[in-house]
């Protein structure tokens, strides 16, 4: 007897995916679109891409700008197209800033929201979907504990990021965002901007230049010369595909934690 497949959810980046798979367990398949190492915003699938994506049932995005070629993809892939649960709405969002699930607290919060959405493609396994939606909250909220007893022997808190993606981690952290290099991707400094924002990381001893990983980081590292403050390069969608939420965040609170000592 044939073992009937498993519907399938389409989830944008890792840190999502790596919590859709542990609410979803053995009930779901779910399929990454963008693999860790690719820049989000200026992501295209490829036919390939799309074509991983075929008969899903739901896709589930953080939305805000972010990742909408992910459920592009996904209804391009199939003739019904996928019921779709975007994130970032229902969580607060931060203007100008979609990397929400930077804050553990708002993930949290998210696991609910995946597993109603969870429950609609396999309404028989709602208690337990609901139950490991519990317990991965559970797992977060102690992560956020975690980093924020981290957090407070921090001797310095001012840093400038290379664009708007670490402000929900600032916010839980109480970090401070002295400036950003590029508000938007390809928009860079005016001559007058640069000089205010070199004058602002002077005064404001600044402890470091903040770039993603995915991103070029040329300017960056432009700024980070002139003003003889450390470069630090963060891995905030993952490293590797399968990589859990909590070694993402981990290892992104390490990198920081070397730079605000």
Do not use: K, N
């Not at 693999?35 to 899903?56: I, Q």
């Not at 070629?69 to 229902?90: I, V, Y």
């Not at 001893?205 to 470069?231: C, H, N």
């Amino acid at each position: 007897m044939e073992t009937p497949e498993r519907p399938r959810v389409v989830v944008s980046i890792q840190p999502v995916r790596d919590l859709v798979s542990r609410i979803a367990g053995e009930d779901l398949d779910t399929v990454l679109v963008l693999r860790p190492g690719r820049e989000a915003h200026t992501f295209s699938p490829s036919p390939r891409d799309v074509a991983r994506l075929e008969g899903a049932a739901l896709s589930i995005a953080v939305g805000l700008g972010l990742d909408d070629w992910s459920t592009r993809a996904a209804e391009q892939a199939s003739d019904t197209p996928p019921h779709t649960l975007r994130l970032g709405p229902a969580l607060d969002p931060v203007a100008g800033d979609p990397h929400l699930w930077l804050d553990p607290e708002r993930m949290a919060r998210a696991a609910e929201l995946i597993a109603v959405a969870l429950s609609e493609v396999l309404p028989e396994r709602a208690p337990d979907l609901s139950d490991r939606a519990v317990a991965l909250a559970g797992s977060l909220r102690e992560l956020d504990r975690e980093i924020a007893l981290r957090s407070r022997s921090w001797p310095r808190r001012a840093l400038v990021t290379a664009h708007p993606f670490l402000s929900y981690y600032a916010e839980r952290y109480d970090l401070e965002i002295v400036g950003v290099i590029e508000t938007e991707p390809g928009r860079g400094l005016t001559p007058g901007t640069r000089g205010r924002l070199l004058d602002s990381i002077r005064q404001r001893e600044v402890a470091a230049i903040v770039a993603q990983a995915e991103d070029d980081v040329s300017m960056a590292r432009s700024v980070s010369e002139e003003v003889d403050v450390p470069l630090c390069v963060l891995h905030p969608l993952g490293r590797a595909e399968g990589e859990s939420y909590e070694t993402t965040l981990r290892a992104l609170t390490d990198t920081l934690e070397g730079a605000l000592r």
